[in-house]
C-alpha cells in the first residue's frame, strides 16, 4: 500500500457497509467490541463539532483507518486520542500518519493534555502510546454477566416509578451526576456535556422517582452488533442510599438488555 493513493478526511458520508467491515475486522483481531450504530453516526455526522474530531482513512472507499479527538465539555484543554487501523493495513506507517494529523488538530484547538486509550492485552497499541511520550496510568475494567438464564425482577417500591429520560431533562440529569460524581476540585458537567449519550436512541438512560422526586439514575446501552449491554452512570441521590433504589436502577438495566435480546 502507497501511502499517497490513502486519504484522509473528515467523514462526510455514510458508507455503511465499510463501517461494518472495518468494525468487524477490528473487533475480530483485536477482540475488542467496538460498535457504531447507524443513528450514533448519523448524529455524528449532523454534528460539526464531533465531525470535526474525526478523520477517516480511505483507500479507494474501503475505510482503513479511524482518528478521533474528543474534547472534555467541561475541560476544553483536555482531550483523549483513539486511533484505530485496519488490521490488514498496521506497521505500514498509516498509524504514525494518523497520528500525526490528530495530534495537529489537538494543537489547533488548544488542547494541552492528552489521554491515549489503548487496550492491555494490545501490546502493539501499548509500543505505539509509550513511544510518543505516553504513560501508562489504569486500565479499563469490566464484569461480565451472563443474562440469558437469569431472571431479575424489578423491585416495587412504594410510591416509584421509572421514566426514560430525554433531551428536556438535560439540567435533571446533569444535576444528579454532579451529585454522585463531582468531587472536589472537579470541573461541573455541562448541559452538553452528556448530548450524545440522552440522544443515542441506543443507550437508555432513566429517571426512577419517588413521590415525583428523581431519586436515581442509570444508562445502559444496548448494542445489538456484539450481543451486549453496557451498563454505566449509575447514581443515586445522597437522601435516598441504602434505600435499595441502586438495585433497582441495575436490575431495570439488566431487564432492558433482555427485552433487547441481549445476553
Not at 34 to 52: A, D, G, V
Not at 78 to 84: D, G, K, T
Amino acid at each position: 500500500m502507497e501511502l499517497d493513493s490513502v486519504r484522509i478526511e473528515n467523514p462526510e458520508r455514510k458508507n455503511l457497509e465499510s463501517w461494518k467491515a472495518f468494525v468487524d475486522a477490528v473487533n475480530n483481531r483485536d477482540k475488542l467490541e467496538l460498535s457504531i450504530p447507524e443513528q450514533t453516526l448519523e448524529f455524528i455526522l449532523s454534528n460539526e463539532e464531533f465531525r470535526k474530531g474525526i478523520f477517516i482513512a480511505y483507500l479507494q472507499d474501503e475505510i482503513i483507518g479511524f482518528a478521533g479527538c474528543m474534547k472534555n465539555i467541561s475541560k476544553p484543554q483536555n482531550a483523549s486520542l483513539q486511533v484505530i487501523i485496519h488490521p490488514d493495513y498496521r506497521q505500514r506507517g498509516l498509524g504514525s500518519r494518523m497520528y500525526d494529523v490528530i495530534f495537529e488538530h489537538a494543537k489547533i484547538c488548544g488542547v494541552k493534555n492528552i489521554t491515549a486509550f489503548a487496550k492491555e492485552h494490545m501490546q502493539q497499541a501499548m509500543d505505539f502510546v509509550q513511544k510518543r511520550g505516553f504513560k501508562p496510568d489504569k486500565y479499563s475494567w469490566k464484569m461480565d454477566l451472563n443474562i440469558i438464564d437469569i431472571d431479575y425482577r424489578t423491585i416495587n417500591m412504594d410510591n416509584c416509578s421509572i421514566r426514560r429520560i430525554t433531551i428536556e431533562d438535560n439540567k435533571d440529569y446533569i444535576a444528579i451526576m454532579n451529585a454522585g460524581f463531582k468531587k472536589d476540585g472537579d470541573e461541573l458537567y455541562t448541559e452538553k456535556s452528556f448530548e450524545l449519550t440522552l440522544r443515542n436512541p441506543d443507550t437508555y438512560v432513566f429517571f426512577i422517582e419517588q413521590d415525583g422526586k428523581i431519586t436515581a439514575t442509570a444508562a445502559v446501552g444496548l448494542e445489538s452488533t456484539v450481543n451486549r449491554g453496557y451498563i454505566h452512570n449509575v447514581t443515586v441521590y445522597k437522601e435516598y442510599r441504602g434505600k435499595g433504589f441502586g438495585e433497582m436502577a441495575l436490575n431495570h438495566c439488566i431487564n432492558k438488555a433482555k427485552e433487547a435480546n441481549l445476553s
